[in-house]
């Protein structure tokens, strides 16, 4: 037996730390939290010091069994989990439920997971920092007493099975007031003129003027007076510009860049980065400091003068912007400068890449420019054209890495041909395109951390989390936006004749950006109503505040929580008693046969139109929105075309065709047969010869291609792409195959290579029980009992787990579904 016992978090962290220490130490897991708040209860002691009701949850007991029978055997246990708040809370969990003795009990914290650190640490152990203890604690209750009292609130005035949080809520209101900013802006038109001229000996180059004309006769006007012009450089500045390289890497910033550069949702940039400073590859990845260590600087100089020169080497230290930044840490970089490049999957390897050429960069020498202003004047009016230009005299930095912008209508300089002052230009044309104002753009998971990070709201550790609760609660969704076209004009003068078209461009196009769900909007105003002061951004950047100054030691924790639930508690109760129910409801209208109310609100079953109200004689008449449609948005025009759904087209080789909106979109119904629309189709634009088109396509590609092992074969196109179907088995058809022309063999491959990775992914099959185990993506596991599966998380160890452990997980799991479905009646 092992004289020390050394407890991590994560297995992986565990297996590169163990490459490190001798016979001596033994490594193992606690597979993150091993305490926390019970999950059927409040378990906070509201009424007297708001002391947490820490419970071991079922599929960590086995874990904790075997952690106190290793800590009992050890001589010295080291508590060596992450060094940030989270981290702290899990080695004091970890002390109280083993009862680990603190004389043989130290606790050591490393920024990056190499020899030299982990030695380092060994060599200066600490006991536990009970002031970081207390911030994650007095972070957890407060989040757990606004959840479980305002969730309630809302399943009776809203509706049934939502959730609130204190930063979540105000995240979707962010993203709330911006669609409703972009909803309420009025574009302005305006006409910019443009116009490319040459010099003598050819060479030609881009201007503009610095102003806009407001109509398009103005435009004209200045055109007409620039036929038979004559052009010539009115002024030329020269003058060096030196650019700068970023910080380096601090968590929000590595979320955006990788966001804009390798199109990484901010969840998986945090998954991609775990794993690479588990395996050892980089510092710790949730940080808000920009500082490098000594050693970190002096390696990057080492390996800069060795690839680049001396020259490209400019050591230096940055200082943080961030409210609350810990500049105590260091910011995300390399372990080891001089691994360019790893051999890891590609997503590591690309990110990897990211953060090598950022941390490097950050350590190099300015680029040095010269930038050139170029005035350009006519005789024939007052009006001035401007060009500007760099050139790169000397690359620095620019050699590894320039960061990214957010502005997708940044205009960047180009290169200027030689020109004196003086000199007489020659124009080749101008124009003047009609242009409009842009309303705020919509934001992106990345800028969403910006916005949140400049208001103080949040923490590294809370970021990817909190986007992702937003999105599976349904409050806010990746837009699918496509835009539509709208016309503007454009006149030209060449050759000295003004002539003008028409071109059209698409507007309001935001694939991928954070849009409000109508549940989203509905809940964000109810809480704006009634609890202003929770959702106001201030004060929830002040409650950062506070849990840094409890970190630091300077505030009591149950102090700053009796103050809040004083205020809090009986704002909740009086809501809940006396707020009205809120459902969104907007009325557009009256029906011109019925002369009923026509109105759009929020129904058990999601959005819908109603005609009628409940005290009219007759029953309201219901209709579901298409997943599209708004309530905040919805004409009158296009909700009364609702109810014309389901139509009837007519009737093909004896059975019934007709045409209605489902969950997924507007489909063709034929006999027991469902064939979806292409996107973007007006469901009521379809005719009887189309629906049949459709319906004919769909046999031909349902009909079997092959017979393998007696079975057919069909192939299809879903929502992901390219499959085929074999024994109602799904196979995913990548882009290695030819899809229009797959051979025998490509179809044999696909099956049996599908049959295997099921076989692979299945963990236990408990056949009589009708339990089983299967892996999961991100190193997850599936529990799963007929149409039940319980996703667990990627902590919990799946090789021990027993069958009266997986009926336990399954059992607990329906008894919740009960729960919930039982309250949200009420």
Same mark, same amino acid.
């Given at each position: 037996m092992a004289k020390n016992l050394v407890i991590v978090e994560s297995p992986a962290k565990a297996r590169t730390i163990e490459k490190f220490l001798g016979k001596d130490f033994k490594v193992e897991s606690s597979f993150g939290h091993i305490s926390d708040l019970p999950s059927k209860e409040l378990g906070v002691n509201v009424d007297g010091d708001f002391k947490p009701k820490y419970e071991i949850s079922k599929d960590k007991r086995a874990i904790v069994k075997k952690l106190k029978e290793l800590a009992n055997k050890a001589e010295t246990i080291w508590l060596a989990s992450d060094e940030d708040r989270e981290g702290e809370a899990i080695a004091w969990h970890l002390a109280e439920a083993l009862k680990l003795d603190k004389a043989r009990t130290k606790r050591i914290v490393f920024h990056e997971i190499t020899k030299s650190a982990i030695q380092k640490a060994i060599e200066n152990p600490r006991g536990i920092d009970y002031d970081l203890v207390d911030a994650q604690q007095a972070r957890r209750v407060l989040d757990r007493i606004v959840g479980y009292e305002l969730s309630p609130v809302l399943w009776r005035k809203v509706k049934g099975g939502l959730s609130a949080g204190r930063v979540q809520s105000v995240s979707v209101r962010l993203i709330v007031e911006r669609e409703r900013e972009i909803q309420d802006f009025k574009p302005e038109a305006s006409y910019r003129i443009d116009a490319e001229f040459s010099n003598e000996d050819g060479q030609s180059f881009k201007a503009k003027l610095p102003k806009n004309f407001p109509t398009k006769a103005d435009a004209q006007q200045f055109l007409q007076k620039n036929i038979s012009a004559q052009f010539n450089v009115a002024?030329?500045? $020269?003058?060096?510009? $030196?650019k700068s390289p970023a910080a380096p890497f601090t968590t929000s910033t590595l979320q955006q860049e990788a966001s804009r550069k390798l199109y990484f949702s901010v969840s998986k940039t945090m998954t991609v980065a775990q794993r690479l400073y588990e395996s050892g590859l980089i510092t710790y990845m949730r940080t808000d400091s920009v500082n490098l260590s000594d050693e970190a600087r002096r390696g990057a100089q080492k390996e800069i003068e060795a690839t680049y020169g001396s020259r490209y080497s400019k050591p230096r230290n940055y200082k943080g912007k961030t409210k609350g930044a810990q500049d105590a840490h260091e910011a995300i970089r390399p372990t080891d400068f001089s691994m360019s490049s790893v051999t890891v999957d590609k997503d590591q390897a690309r990110l990897y890449d990211l953060i090598w050429k950022r941390a490097i960069a950050s350590q190099m020498s300015e680029a040095q420019?010269?930038? =050139?202003?170029? $005035?350009?004047?006519?005789?024939?009016?007052?009006? =001035?054209?401007?060009?500007? *230009?760099?050139?790169?005299?000397?690359? *620095?930095?620019? $050699?590894?890495?320039?960061? *990214?912008?957010?502005?997708?209508?940044?205009?960047?300089? *180009?290169?200027?041909p030689a020109l004196s002052v003086n000199e007489r230009l020659f124009n080749n044309f101008i124009t003047a395109t009609e242009r409009y104002t842009r309303p705020p753009a919509r934001y992106t998971e990345a800028s969403l951390v910006k916005k949140l990070e400049e208001l103080g709201i949040g923490r590294p550790s809370t970021y990817a989390p909190t986007i992702s609760t937003i999105q599976n609660r349904n409050y806010v969704e990746k837009g699918s936006i496509g835009g539509e076209p709208r016309k503007y004009a454009q006149l030209t003068l060449k050759k000295g004749v003004v002539k003008e078209k028409i071109l059209t461009e698409k507007v309001g196009s935001d694939k991928g950006k954070l849009v409000p769900t109508d549940i989203g909007m509905i809940v964000t105003d109810f809480l704006v109503n009634h609890f202003e002061h929770i959702l106001d951004y201030n004060f929830t950047a002040k409650v950062e505040s506070d849990f840094d100054d409890i970190a630091d030691g300077k505030e009591d924790w149950t102090h700053m929580m009796k103050s809040f639930y004083a205020d809090f508690h009986p704002q909740v109760e009086d809501v809940k008693e006396n707020a009205d129910r809120e459902s969104g409801e907007r009325i557009l209208g009256t029906d011109p046969k019925t002369g009923r109310q026509v109105s759009v609100r929020l129904g058990k079953f999601g959005p819908m139109v109603q005609i009628g109200t409940v005290e009219d004689d007759e029953k309201p008449l219901f209709a579901s929105l298409t997943p599209e449609q708004q309530l905040n948005s919805i004409t009158f025009e296009e909700a009364m075309d609702l109810f014309k759904l389901p139509k009837s087209l007519g009737s093909y080789k004896g059975e019934n065709v007709e045409v209605n909106n489902g969950r997924f979109g507007p489909y063709v119904r034929f006999g027991k047969s469902f064939v979806s629309l292409p996107n973007g189709t007006d469901p009521l634009s379809i005719e009887l010869d189309e629906a049949i088109e459709l319906i004919e396509e769909k046999k031909k590609a349902d009909a079997p291609i092959y017979m393998y092992k007696g079975l057919p074969v069909q192939k299809g196109k879903g929502r992901f792409g390219p499959f085929i179907k074999w024994n109602n088995m799904f196979v995913n058809v990548g882009r290695k195959y030819d899809w229009d022309n797959l051979s025998e063999g490509d179809i044999i491959e696909l099956i049996e290579d599908k049959i295997q990775k099921e076989k692979d992914k299945l963990v236990h099959n408990w056949a009589d029980a009708g339990i089983r185990v299967e892996k999961a993506r991100w190193g997850r596991h599936h529990v799963i009992k007929g149409k039940t599966k319980v996703e667990l998380a990627k902590t919990v160890d799946v090789s021990q787990m027993s069958l009266d452990d997986a009926k336990a997980i399954i059992e607990a799991n329906s008894t919740k579904k009960k729960t919930t479905k039982r309250k949200s009646k009420k």
């Open positions: 002024d030329l500045e $020269k003058k060096p510009v $030196k420019l010269e930038r =050139t202003n170029v $005035k350009i004047e006519t005789t024939s009016h007052n009006e =001035t054209f401007t060009a500007s *230009g760099e050139v790169i005299t000397f690359d *620095g930095f620019l $050699k590894v890495y320039l960061e *990214g912008t957010d502005d997708e209508f940044e205009e960047q300089d *180009g290169i200027l």
